[in-house]
């Protein structure tokens, strides 16, 4: 057996977790911004943290211009949902059926890694990081 995070993968692909104890979620990075996949029996829940607006009492001049690109890229955004969490950080998020096995969990990952290049590249110009 293969170890995948908290996960032991089977000859055919198949995942189990490796304790009962263990949650079923795999923590990686992407373009230096934190994400998760994490796994229940009807989805798989796929975040991104995509980086912070910045408060009024650190540089309230940028603040406006992260405000304006967020609400500008949530119009764009189809297949991600884009929220901001109270200490001002944005996520991004997706979820997908949930997977067969091992491949399909990291095809999910890596399709979801690449659905957010554009959106964080805007985020980024923006000053979002």
Same mark, same amino acid.
């Given at each position: 057996m293969l170890m995948l995070g908290p996960f032991l993968v089977a000859r055919d692909g198949r995942l189990s977790l490796r304790a009962p104890h263990l949650r079923? &979620?795999?923590r990686y990075a992407w373009?230096? +911004?934190r994400c998760l996949a994490e796994l229940s029996a009807d989805r798989l829940r796929l975040l991104a943290l995509a980086g912070r607006i910045p408060s009024t009492a650190e540089a309230a001049a940028d603040r406006a211009r992260a405000v304006g690109a967020v609400l500008a890229?949530?119009?764009e955004l189809a297949g991600l949902d884009l929220?901001? &969490?109270p200490d001002h950080r944005v996520v991004? +998020?997706?979820t997908a059926p949930p997977p067969e096995g091992a491949?399909?969990?990291?095809?999910?990952?890596t399709r979801f890694a690449l659905r957010l290049d554009a959106p964080?590249?805007?985020l980024a110009a923006a000053?979002?990081?």
């Open positions: 079923p &979620l795999i373009r230096g +911004r890229l949530r119009a929220g901001l &969490l991004l +998020r997706a491949i399909e969990l990291l095809a999910a990952m964080l590249e805007q000053g979002i990081t």
